[in-house]
């Protein structure tokens, strides 16, 4: 293994303090109990918007914190789920007297720990709603999960939730869109390598050299089946027939598209996979209205790529153009 890392026990604390450092003016980082902020939370008369998981999946989810978009994120140790006390701390630090939305993926731990947190927060006279997202199509259960995988569509409901939030919409308001977004996105990923957790020192499975993961998880893990390495057209062919058949997305659709890098792959590739993806839909019927190609919910070092595609009308639209200034996410500001 080769890593640029000092101690595999300090990697998620010295990267926060390292993060905090390059974006002081966006947000803070509080150590004890770890949680990344927005940097003027709370904001008075506004719905705070969390959401958090494991660390690995950078930018997920601190480096959505900020004006438009989180107010604050939980950061678990590689691949494994924050603790109550950290949603609970995270969730009283956004409270503006508005209540907060948990936006959580579907896995088990998560789901289970932000449940906690919400209770312990209920009874401190903190409103709290959660709204759990569960867009992967590959498989109806995994090794982390009870039902399908939250993905992609999170980075899309924390978008679409944060500028609503930043509207004025109330918290009953928002938790419906953060439901209406889960309802209407559909994800699948693929991978063309595992990834390497620090400390375990060694890939986390293995794929041969002429290998692919149909439908990988996040974590690594398995997908719907172990396919022969085929060209970019055909893969990205394969994942959207799955997703479109899903839903169903139809003729005439408009779409929120992210081609999304797991962390090893580089933009060449994935510029040339969702020039695929647009030709692929354009020949259905459906048009990309909006778009995000990079690395958005990554898998450490995985080779590899996911789509989501999010049927939208004009006030998801609206609300996905308006300001947003995060580490990873900004325009119009």
Request: hydrophobic share 45%; with cysteine.
């Amino acid at each position: 293994m080769k890593k640029l890392i000092n101690d595999p026990g300090d990697v998620m604390r010295e990267s926060l303090a390292g993060f905090a450092a390059a974006h002081s003016d966006i947000l803070k980082v509080s150590f004890d109990p770890v949680y990344v902020v927005r940097a003027d939370a709370p904001v008075t008369g506004k719905v705070g918007i969390i959401s958090g998981g494991g660390s690995g999946h950078e930018p997920l989810h601190g480096g959505f914190v900020g004006q438009g978009m989180l107010d604050a994120a939980c950061p678990g140790q590689v691949f494994t789920s924050p603790s109550p006390d950290q949603m609970e701390a995270a969730t009283s630090a956004v409270d503006g007297g508005a209540g907060v939305l948990h936006i959580v993926k579907n896995y088990t731990g998560d789901v289970m720990n932000f449940e906690m947190a919400a209770e312990l927060c209920q009874a401190r006279g903190i409103e709290v709603q959660a709204v759990v997202i569960n867009d992967d199509v590959a498989v109806q259960d995994s090794l982390y999960t009870a039902g399908r995988r939250g993905v992609g569509a999170t980075v899309l409901a924390e978008k679409i939730c944060g500028a609503a939030a930043a509207r004025g919409y109330d918290l009953a308001r928002i938790a419906a869109l953060a439901r209406r977004v889960n309802a209407c996105a559909r994800s699948m990923g693929m991978a063309l390598s595992p990834c390497t957790v620090p400390a375990a020192g060694k890939p986390n499975f293995a794929l041969g050299d002429d290998e692919i993961e149909m439908g990988v998880g996040i974590h690594g893990e398995p997908g719907r089946r172990r396919m022969p390495l085929m060209p970019a057209a055909e893969s990205v062919a394969h994942m959207a027939e799955a997703i479109l058949a899903d839903l169903p997305f139809g003729a005439g659709d408009r779409v929120i598209a992210m081609l999304n890098g797991l962390g090893g792959t580089p933009l060449l590739e994935l510029y040339l996979v969702y020039g695929e993806l647009e030709q692929y839909l354009r020949g259905r019927g459906i048009s990309i209205a909006r778009r995000l190609v990079g690395n958005y919910i990554t898998s450490l070092d995985m080779a590899g790529y996911s789509i989501t595609l999010l049927q939208a009308d004009d006030e998801l639209l609206s609300l996905w153009d308006d300001p947003v200034l995060t580490p990873a996410l900004r325009w119009g500001i």
